[in-house]
């Protein structure tokens, strides 16, 4: 290449004081960005590929974090080279959001709430280019228009929370671009979106390139992401680069043994075809061939009928109930024993609310639910008290569902103890033994959990759903939070206990690529029903219904030489299923494609 | 526009409430003719009082007639205001209507009420900001002492130390009374203590809380200024908690002034109320306390209104 490259970083070192010594988050990374490119950052969290990037906008300095070595030269607009580690706050101030822009990972908390659309968009015109009045106005109609929103002028004069979480990104995105920036820092800028938004925005940004010539620093953990995006690729482990070169290099070719462990452990969609039951992930050292395959029993262990719940939205002068969020509607199907069915879906589609419904941590409107021989929904509290022995749940948050002032041991045993199953030291012993069952050791029994990395936590979290033997578990979300090589470690981690135990799980999830690794039978939920249902191979190799095509279509492909057609870059507003009160639903009807593969009609 | 009048209705029936409950504690505190004219009148006289006003009829009754004669603005009469001396016996003097002497009040009492929080908002306010903005620096520090200070002084003294130093010592101030301007200062301050360091304290929590969400390190990221991410980001978001506690201390203002008027010998409703008490007063007592209530109603449904238009999120009833 013989251009000159519009960043370069050298030996780049950043630390963040602490009490004893100083933690060091980047050690000598250095890297180039070249006029136009994307280059994607990769790396799991702690990586330190955030605080790289943000040590480029000085702004590491606002959370005490400190840049003691290194340079970083950045190509300014009139041609003069500036070290921006030097650059006093002056110079900061004129580059940040004027000559480098930034997006960010959560769009909905990344936008002031309490200002509008409007005036957020134009601050940086007035800021920067000294606009004011219509020609603000004016500008910031164009950017919302290149960014393809809809009715741009209205939405000038929204709030944030008015818009869905794809459209807040497009405001952050345009924003970011509102001073025509040379160089565009990505942060995660699609984690926190559904996936069908997620490749919208992934094409918006892919054609902003091609029209604004901006180069892009696009920061990722998701390979997928990255193959489908980046000219060129730096990866990073622990605050150091451990690999760089062409996208194609470091999927096709890597050579570091992180990056290989990296793309191992990223579940691909379609390469379970000709299987039919799950797969182990394949982790460092272990080619996924080993399986001990969990085969499904033909006996029903769940039976959930016409479930229904509704959410009643009140207004009014008496506060009466005006409309319903229909949640889950008329939502049918069966979990065999030692089986995996998996709800899939975005969000607000009900996935989570039917988990619920079932556990009865929400008490449905409508429908029967059996579990074994028992109407769950008929059950009284004692009884139903003592059938959750039977049935346990694992949340998404494992920092959220761990109590932080509890020792572990007291956690997992807080059900034993509940159920008065064991006393004194024969509690520990239990406890200890499911420790050992899901990889953690003994030692850990009277740690707390803030001494635990994510993963060890999200095991705690399972051993404490395992600890009274139960025939089945809603795992909801339960491996979303966590990095790809552990969430790799957990999902076989419940595979082996699936075979091993006989369990059964009902496993909630966005993510396409793990549903088809670990399911047996798949649902696929939209607005409230089940669109289309059947065995894995059925739902992935075969899909009927449009819905569940375009989430496949939408999932980013592993391969660079597989890049997505320029899908539509307008985007379809998620109809939302409210109704007005009264409102009479259809029941769900379904055709019966092939034996079990139920298609929603109409 | 069906959540305002709601908030109205709830408060007007929060009223009546009040009333009443006034209303049956005064028939508790013993006989109210007694009270009146004192242990020394004769049971003619006493005889005579009750009929006139009323005090033979039946509990129920006179509530009745308490409340209608509310509706239409009539408190009734003072018990002292407006006689010569005390009560003749022959009741031919009326005494003076309760609710205008409750309304000559009022001014004092506003103008106290007001120059407090006058004080009390902007430095309460731009002290918690500051604070915030530098956490941990020399300057969080001194905010955090004075609020502290500010919060658990003890009012009285604190108002005698004023009086001592500015009024007796220095000769600057006069020592009470009401007046001019230099009248309303030493009181003034003696009330502004406690909100602003109420303020100060939720202000700097507030802030400190919103300083740390992304949308600031968005501002930051656009080359916004640090003063102008503090007050025009930050501040925005921190006002709903702020308001809240401006107007729980202005209601304080307005109906627990006594101490400092007392002391400050300020003709306001507080020292209104503790004559009308000592002085067994009883209709001057429910006016005083009605009003009241009226009006820290008033200041609440204020703070309500004005969430809405600090923070567009909140969408006023409607319950999801």
Same mark, same amino acid.
């Given at each position: 290449m013989t251009l000159e490259p519009l960043v370069s970083i050298e030996s780049l070192r950043v630390e963040f004081p602490s009490k004893d010594e100083p933690v060091v988050?980047?050690?000598? #990374?250095?890297?180039? &960005?070249? *006029?136009?490119? &994307?280059?994607?950052?990769?790396?799991?969290?702690?990586?330190?590929?955030? #605080?790289?990037?943000?040590?480029?906008?000085?702004?590491?300095k606002f959370s005490a974090g400190q840049v003691t070595r290194g340079s970083l030269n950045f190509v300014r607009r009139d041609g003069s080279n500036t070290d921006l580690r030097h650059a006093d706050e002056q110079q900061m101030r004129d580059i940040r959001g004027n000559e480098i822009g930034m997006i960010f990972q959560e769009p909905m908390v990344a936008l002031n709430p309490s200002l509008t659309i409007g005036w957020q968009l134009s601050e940086g015109l007035r800021i920067h280019r000294g606009l004011s009045g219509k020609s603000a106005r004016r500008r910031s109609l164009e950017l919302l228009r290149k960014v393809r929103i809809p009715e741009p002028a209205q939405r000038l004069r929204q709030y944030p929370h008015e818009l869905s979480g794809g459209m807040c990104q497009r405001v952050v995105i345009a924003m970011a671009l509102a001073c025509e920036p040379r160089l565009l820092i990505a942060d995660e800028p699609t984690t926190a979106l559904d996936v069908t938004v997620q490749a919208e925005i992934l094409a918006l940004i892919a054609m902003l390139r091609r029209e604004t010539g901006a180069a892009i620093l696009l920061i990722t953990h998701d390979m997928a992401v990255v193959a489908q995006m980046a000219d060129r690729v730096v990866v990073m482990y622990r605050g150091q680069i451990v690999e760089h070169g062409s996208v194609r290099q470091i999927l096709h070719r890597p050579e570091h043994d992180y990056t290989r462990t990296l793309l191992a452990a990223v579940p691909r969609i379609g390469e379970m075809s000709g299987y039919s039951g799950p797969r182990r992930m394949r982790t460092a050292g272990n080619s996924g061939k080993r399986d001990k395959e969990a085969v499904s029993g033909r006996e029903r262990l769940l039976d959930v009928r016409n479930l229904t719940k509704r959410f009643p939205v009140r207004g009014g002068l008496l506060g009466r109930t005006i409309a319903n969020v229909h949640a889950v509607e008329d939502v049918s199907f069966v979990v065999n024993v030692n089986e995996t069915l998996s709800l899939v879906g975005e969000s607000g589609s009900g996935k989570s609310t039917a988990g619920n419904? &079932?556990?009865?941590?929400?008490? *449905?409107?409508?429908?029967? &639910?059996?579990?074994?021989?028992?109407?769950?929904?008929?059950?009284?509290? *004692?009884?139903m008290r003592s059938m959750r022995r039977e049935m346990q749940v694992v949340f998404q948050d494992p920092y959220g569902s761990l109590n932080p002032q509890l020792r572990l041991l007291d956690q997992v045993a807080e059900p034993i103890r509940n159920h008065k199953l064991e006393t004194g030291t024969a509690v520990e012993d239990r406890v200890a033994s499911i420790f050992k069952k899901v990889g953690m050791p003994r030692s850990f029994l009277r740690r707390y959990p803030s001494e635990l990395s994510g993963g060890q936590r999200q095991r705690v979290a399972i051993a404490r759903s395992l600890i009274l033997n139960p025939s089945f578990i809603v795992a909801d979300e339960a491996v979303s939070s966590l990095d790809v090589t552990i969430q790799a470690q957990v999902l076989n981690l419940m595979m082996d206990l699936q075979a091993e135990l006989g369990l059964s799980y009902l496993f909630i999830s966005h993510d396409m690529a793990v549903v088809e690794r670990v399911s047996h039978r798949v649902a696929v939920m939209y607005q409230g029903r089940i669109v289309e249902i059947g065995s894995r191979s059925s739902i992935f190799e075969d899909p009927r219904h449009d819905y569940t095509k375009s989430l496949l279509a939408a999932v980013p492909r592993m391969n660079p030489d597989i890049r997505a057609e320029a899908m539509a870059v307008t985007s379809a507003t998620v109809e939302s299923p409210i109704r007005p009160a009264g409102y009479k639903p259809d029941p769900c009807r379904y055709d019966e494609v092939s034996p079990d593969h139920l298609v929603l009609q109409g | 526009m069906a959540y305002y009048l709601r908030r109205a209705g709830n408060s007007l029936l929060l009223l009546l409430l009040t009333v009443s409950f006034v209303f049956i504690a005064g028939r508790m505190i013993g006989d109210p003719a007694l009270n009146m004219l004192g242990p020394g009148a004769s049971e003619v006289a006493l005889e005579k009082l009750r009929r006139?006003?009323?005090?033979?009829?039946?509990?129920?009754?006179?509530?009745?007639?308490?409340?209608?004669?509310?509706?239409?603005?009539?408190?009734?009469?003072?018990y002292r205001f407006g006689y010569s001396v005390l009560p003749s016996e022959d009741l031919d003097e009326i005494g003076q209507p309760v609710i205008d002497i409750v309304i000559e009040r009022l001014p004092a009492t506003f103008l106290l009420a007001a120059v407090a929080m006058g004080v009390a908002v902007p430095l309460g306010v731009l002290m918690g900001v500051v604070a915030a903005a530098h956490p941990r620096s020399v300057a969080d520090r001194i905010v955090t002492i004075i609020a502290l200070a500010g919060v658990s002084v003890v009012q009285f003294w604190l108002g005698l130390m004023l009086i001592v130093f500015f009024a007796v010592q220095l000769g600057w101030l006069p020592t009470g009374g009401y007046g001019g301007f230099h009248h309303v200062i030493l009181p003034a301050l003696t009330l502004a203590a406690r909100p602003i360091g109420r303020i100060a304290q939720i202000t700097r929590s507030a802030m400190l809380?919103?300083?740390?969400?992304?949308?600031?390190?968005?501002?930051?990221?656009?080359?916004?200024?640090?003063?102008q991410i503090v007050f025009v980001h930050a501040l925005k978001n921190a006002a709903v908690p702020i308001i809240t506690m401006i107007g729980d201390e202005l209601s304080a203002l307005l109906t627990g002034a006594i101490l400092v008027e007392k002391i400050f010998a300020w003709p306001g409703i507080g020292l209104l109320i503790i004559d009308s008490l000592t002085r067994s007063d009883?209709?001057?007592?429910?006016?005083?306390?009605?009003?009241?209530?009226?009006?820290?109603?008033?200041?609440?449904?204020?703070?309500?209104?004005?969430?809405?238009?600090?923070?567009?999120?909140?969408?006023?009833?409607?319950?999801a």
């Open positions: 988050a980047v050690k000598d #990374v250095g890297f180039e &960005i070249f *006029p136009g490119e &994307i280059l994607g950052l990769v790396g799991e969290s702690g990586s330190g590929k955030s #605080v790289t990037s943000q040590a480029l906008m000085q702004l590491t419904c &079932i556990l009865r941590l929400e008490e *449905p409107d409508k429908g029967r &639910i059996m579990f074994k021989e028992h109407d769950l929904l008929s059950l009284s509290r *004692p009884v | 006139a006003a009323g005090l033979n009829d039946p509990i129920w009754l006179q509530y009745i007639r308490y409340v209608g004669n509310l509706l239409t603005g009539d408190f009734g009469v003072s809380d919103e300083m740390s969400k992304p949308y600031v390190v968005t501002a930051r990221a656009k080359g916004v200024r640090e003063w009883l209709p001057l007592i429910q006016a005083s306390i009605a009003v009241v209530a009226t009006l820290v109603v008033v200041v609440n449904l204020m703070v309500d209104f004005s969430y809405r238009l600090v923070n567009p999120r909140i969408k006023l009833g409607t319950r």
